[in-house]
């Protein structure tokens, strides 16, 4: 089944303690994105990467990092996580070649940062 | 000046009758539309996209670009309950960065069975 899949789906941790967001997709797409979505705010871009080795920022990618070594996995790294990271995060991608806006996206991971 | 617009709702209607979601944006050099679907608590799912102006059918969904209004619409007929969700238009914007995709903030829609 084609899929995107991220873990953890639901997280609670405090502030300063590094994590790790995973997200891995078995379509073989190119294209890979990290987006926030918090009330009142919609879906915001943090990073994306077009191929392997290859990421840029987004509109909001302040506090995160991501890194693109394989083609199907694209974590996102919190390395000091504050409050206002509580959101909702999702994990998206696409072939390349295809429609910009044709993504497919993982369920979800909650991340709650006290 | 905010890059796509919707109205947030609620946007209450009766089941059987057809809901009308509007979004507009502000890069007339906009090329392709998207509109998304999102159950609360889910991801969103892409459900119609329109290239060029005029009407786009599929099923019961219909889109509506116009361009020179810079605003594209999403009809669904014949609403269902299973219609309630939140329905986010997003819009290939032009940015110095290669990729454009913006979202609005979606609208939430309810089918009143």
């Known amino acids: 089944e084609a899929q995107v899949t991220q873990n953890p789906r639901y997280l609670i941790t405090v502030t300063g303690k590094k994590l790790t967001v995973t997200c891995s997709q078995n379509m073989n797409h190119e294209y890979m994105s990290w987006y926030r979505q918090d009330p009142g705010l919609g879906l915001r871009q943090i990073y994306y990467?077009?191929?392997?080795?290859?990421?840029d920022k987004g509109d909001v990618p302040e506090g995160y990092k991501v890194s693109r070594k394989e083609k199907r996995n694209f974590p996102l790294i919190l390395e000091s996580p504050s409050p206002n990271q509580t959101s909702l995060y999702f994990c998206?991608?696409?072939?390349?070649?295809?429609?910009?806006?044709?993504?497919?996206f993982g369920e979800g991971s909650r991340l709650t940062v006290l | 000046q905010k890059e796509v617009e919707q109205n947030s709702g609620p946007l209450s209607v009766p089941e059987g009758a057809i809901a009308s979601l509007n979004c507009t944006y502000s890069d007339r050099g906009s090329q392709s539309f998207f509109w998304y679907r999102q159950y609360s608590g889910k991801s969103p799912e892409l459900i119609m996209f329109?290239?060029?102006?005029g009407d786009k059918e599929d099923g019961r969904f219909t889109a509506q670009l116009n361009k020179a209004s810079q605003y594209v619409s999403l009809l669904i007929r014949d609403s269902q309950p299973s219609d309630s969700a939140t329905y986010l238009c997003?819009?290939?914007?032009?940015?110095?960065?290669?990729?454009?995709?913006?979202f609005g903030k979606g609208t939430h829609l309810i089918i009143q069975p």
């Open positions: 998206a991608s696409r072939k390349v070649a295809g429609r910009v806006g044709e993504l497919f």
């Open positions: 329109i290239y060029s102006n």
């Open positions: 990467s077009m191929n392997v080795e290859v990421t």
């Open positions: 997003a819009v290939n914007i032009r940015r110095g960065g290669a990729d454009g995709l913006t």
